[in-house]
């Protein structure tokens, strides 16, 4: 099982908690103080809502989740063998879960992941990672 993440910026996660579970017919998968995440079915999509995180209604960060470890270190290999920056973190507790996951950013620095979700925790998401500010192995927590 492989989707696109989309984490958006919110100013009001209650407000937008509402919206989304209008828009995508479902309610969200976790919520947590300023942190919801969506496992919307139809269209395959992880909506992750995080509150005053950044401007409200930007992208925080876009991502693939996949549903093994073995899928993110083949993902880390393959795009290290295209010639990308990729920034592997393994075993990172963010976003009320532990992850492995790869970091790339887009031309104009959009951040991507490549992520799977190893079990659930009680940390909060800590802010935008992208691959300029933590390079392979200098990251102590991700997104």
């Known amino acids: 099982m492989s989707r696109v993440q989309l984490a958006l910026n919110v100013s009001d996660l209650d407000a937008a908690v509402a919206f989304y579970s209008k828009l995508f017919d479902t309610e969200p998968a976790k919520r947590r103080p300023g942190y919801a995440n969506f496992a919307i079915a139809d269209p ?66 959009a951040p991507w992941e490549i992520y799977t979700v190893l079990a659930n925790s009680e940390v909060p998401p800590s802010g935008l990672r992208t691959v300029s500010l933590c390079g392979p192995g200098t990251c102590g927590s991700g997104v």
């Open 44 to 109: 395959p999509l992880k909506l992750v809502l995080i509150e005053s995180a950044g401007t409200p209604g930007t992208l925080n960060h876009l991502g693939v989740e996949v549903a093994s470890p073995d899928e993110v270190e083949a993902s880390t290999q393959r795009l290290v063998e295209a010639g990308l920056a990729a920034a592997p973190e393994t075993a990172i507790e963010c976003c009320y879960a532990e992850q492995d996951k790869v970091w790339v950013d887009d031309p104009d620095g």
